[in-house]
């Protein structure tokens, strides 16, 4: 017989022919290897947990815009453009891939269901990790339920944004300490590279999960060189993996020389221009806000995650986290596991807490705040699923019957738990006929005159309307232009081409007239809002601004005029603008229908850090504006109030203010009415009210003022108990003031609505 051909195989003495060295070693390291396991190991009931998170997501998908900024990585996704700082590249073009791959819904809609996937995932990689540690279904039931079902995670895995594309990061970069941990220490380099390529891909998305790396990488590093089981070679290959994993940052110089995408964020045609988008140095660089006037405050950052943590994940969690963490010591198969994550939570925390220079006076603020908090409810909830497996595994030790008894116990609580979560965020979270920022958009859109030009201050107002305009081509015979975007010297170049009637009058466009360059730049300004407003006015384009100008430029004032129209403020110079008799003559021709067009604006419906909660709370001063400013034009005179010629025109405006607030109220399936706007939004309707009420003895116009006079006492009552006392004062003092002088305002019935 002719000699067999292929590997090489050793006697069936298991000895190698003497005189073979090279041989004989290569053969006692590979018996000496142990097979590396598959990355992921997925059982039946892996499948289910999948199937659930994607499902529920995917049911509760935004329909539309949602709030944050979505808007923006909306756009970015549509044109390959770049998100604002650091630009989120990996995110971005995904987005697009994926948006020209679904053949049906909006651009919104499209991102949004990507999202949700990636979502699912994040929470779905929870319930692997938990399971890898423990091999126990109820702590893996327990950890991923409580964590994909919180509103924090449910709510960020429903709209576009990147909170669940790093949560997915994070959640893989944790199961990999479980797969280092598990694994051969042969194998440990390859395992460590594999975590190094993941670690790059995070980076093109959040940069918070460099806290995470910076722990992760560092454990692995020492735990190789302690085993001395890394060679320089493999150590090399590591680096290299981490830097190929950062080619998605290429999207960044393609998008700024060839996509011309009509919303993108900075110049990144040269490295310079690359680095400083990347380094967030516009935003601030280690900083969660450009604001540089508030300082990051450890200890009431600190506090607020704590109350969000138990509001969050329940008590239930924190002390089974906390149980998992005091007992580790105890079980040597997760020791290890779970004091690197703790050093996780600690280093995250600590340094996070410490540069969040956010103002906790603003519920809004804390709402951007809070949804940092997801990276570290990760490691929080899945050590919480292990201390249900500490709490097990030393039963059945002992007792197997009794074991088995409170396995099913611990599974149906772990079910229980998963299913109060649902049920406590489940109407929260359903953003699937959430239209509210769509047709909060559209209204502004549609307020503008055909070939018009908006600028718009603050991200929502933006956002919204830029993504309408730019995204779905609603109303593209207009322009909208970012009061906040155009300082910065790379506006014009990478946008000039976007405007149909916008005009640079100069080089470059720039807020104030004297005030400091921004940071980084060192070209000074060469104009301001009176230059742009001359220079549309002359050219005959209507030119609008919504919901106010930039603060710091006041130099317009002297020769223009904000004149309220429908939801916008036309600009419009002194020397065409209207006496208080001609404007109140427009704004009762004006129809504003907002039963029909604003009836979403109920703050109930929404988290009161949300986004949509400020829009919601807002929206109704709008129908005010037009009353508004009669009142101050014609209060501008002393004694206004008391002088008779003027009592014709305050019951114009009276009247004015009456329409807003009849057009702001709704009735309910229950037959409840409610008042959909802020009470400290109408102070002056109120004032308005009773000095009316105290000029019109006798006629039917006094008891109209009397009635609404009450109805405006009773919502600053009802608003006095939700802010401080300090901000009240003057409110309180007014109110004691109607009572003392017209006591029938609070007793008289015929008042009653």
Known sequence: MGKSKGKYQPPKNGHANKGSPKIEAVEEKQLEQKELEPIFDLQWHSYIALGLFVSVYLKCTSASIPSGDAGDFIMAAQHFGVAHPPGYPLYVTAGYVWMKIMPFGNPAFKLNVLTSFIGGLAAFVVYLTTYKITKFIPSAV?????????????????????????????????YWVVRFQQADVSNRARVAMEASFLSGLSMC??????????????????????????????????????????????????????????STWGDQRTVAGIWKHVAREEYGTFRLTADDNTSGDLFANMATYTSDLVHELTNITLVLCLLCVATAWFFPRIRTVVYVYVANIFVYMMFFCNQANIDHSRELMKGVLERFWMQSNIPVSILAGCGIWCLYSPIKGKCSSLGTVLYYGLGVGALIMGAYQIRENYTICDMSSNLIMRDYGRKLLDALPANGVLLVEGDMPSLTSRYLRYCENYRPDVDVVDQELIGFNWYKPMHKHNFRHYTFPYDREVYFKNVLARKGDNIPFSYNFQTVFDVHTQAGVPLYIYPFMKQGDEGYKQFYDLLPTNMLYEVRHKQNSYTVEEFLDIAYEQDYNFNDNMAYCDGSLYPVRSWEYVIAESCGHTAFFPAEHAHRMITIESNAYLQPKNL??????FKLYKRAYDTLITKSEDGVIKNLFAADHNKNYGVICYLIYNNLAGSADRVEAGKYAKIMVEQWETYFVRIPKEDTDGLTRVIDDVYQKYPDIKTNQKYEM
């Open 648 to 653: 014709p025109i305050l019951v114009r405006i």
């Open 142 to 174: 327990f950890a991923s339920t409580v964590f994909g079902f919180s509103h924090l995670i449910w709510f960020h895995s429903v709209g576009a944004e990147i909170f669940s594309l790093n949560n997915l990061f994070c959640s893989l970069l944790l």
């Open 205 to 262: 998305n959040q940069h918070t999960s460099a806290l995470f790396i910076v722990v992760i990488g560092g454990w692995m590093f020492l735990s190789l060189l302690k085993d001395k089981a890394i060679t320089m070679q493999q150590f090399l290959h590591t680096g290299v993996a981490f830097g190929a994993a950062l080619t998605p940052y290429i999207q960044l110089p393609v998008s700024a020389y060839f996509a011309k995408a009509p």
